[in-house]
């Protein structure tokens, strides 16, 4: 299995206040990925980064800001939480040219 | 822009049934495609891919080909299990330098003994 650890693996907070998701990987891959899952949207891509220091926003950024100051950590920061983003937020790693990802079992928040 | 239509379900079957689960695409270029499986409490993870036309992937029994003039990439198994109960997201890579993933909305498969 792939290397990658997220956390917190489940969260409650309330609307309103800041929240960070951290997804670590020990694969050393280029490429890291936030997406969330929700019913009836599969998954839709928030931000992904190519590098440390160098990301850039996906489908669904609005609401969502991320760093990456190591190789290893992609930070995803809910600066403000509102209802709309209660979801199972899933962190994803690459380096194939061909694409492939390798996937965190996932973040569940809600928010309230 | 990029998008992957596949058949939503859920489906349900009996032990030993065949299986197929429909994905049609739309990208520029030639993309590769995708099928991942997501077991309950679980991250995705990758099934099997196809980088390029009449290419077939297969794994664990399941088999699918990229069909470019169709545009579709259609999952298929001979005889499922229930051990295959889960979500299968059908999804593409149109290339380029940051190898994102689109992906298609989910098909819950559930499979009864």
């Known amino acids: 299995d792939a290397g990658i650890t997220q956390s917190p693996r489940h969260k409650v907070t309330e609307t309103g206040t800041p929240v960070t998701l951290r997804c670590h990987q020990t694969?050393?891959?280029?490429?890291m990925y936030w997406y969330r899952q929700d019913p009836g949207h599969g998954l839709r891509l928030i931000h992904y980064?190519?590098?440390?220091?160098?990301?850039d926003k996906g489908e669904v950024s609005d609401g969502y800001s991320v760093s990456r100051s190591k190789t290893e950590d992609f930070l995803l920061t809910l600066e403000s939480a509102t209802s709309s983003q209660t979801s199972v937020y899933f962190c994803?790693?690459?380096?194939?040219?061909?694409?492939?990802?390798?996937f965190g079992e996932g973040s569940r928040l809600t928010v309230l | 822009g990029d998008s992957v239509t596949q058949m939503e379900g859920p489906v349900t079957l009996s032990e030993e049934a065949f299986l197929t689960i429909n994905c049609t695409y739309t990208?520029?270029?030639?993309?590769?495609l995708f099928w991942y499986v997501q077991y309950p409490g679980e991250g995705l993870q990758l099934l099997l891919k196809?980088?390029?036309?009449?290419d077939k992937g297969s794994n664990k029994g399941f088999e699918a080909t990229y069909r470019k003039e169709t545009t579709s990439f259609h999952l298929e198994k001979g005889s499922v299990q229930v051990s295959d109960s889960a979500v299968y997201f059908c999804?593409?890579?149109?290339?380029?330098?940051?190898?994102?993933?689109?992906f298609g909305k989910g098909t819950l498969l559930t499979v009864n003994p």
């Open positions: 994803a790693i690459s380096e194939s040219h061909t694409g492939e990802l390798f």
């Open positions: 694969e050393n891959h280029r490429y």
């Open positions: 980064s190519y590098g440390v220091k160098d990301t």
């Open positions: 990208a520029t270029g030639y993309p590769s």
């Open positions: 196809a980088t390029k036309a009449d």
């Open positions: 999804a593409l890579n149109s290339g380029g330098s940051n190898y994102k993933l689109t």
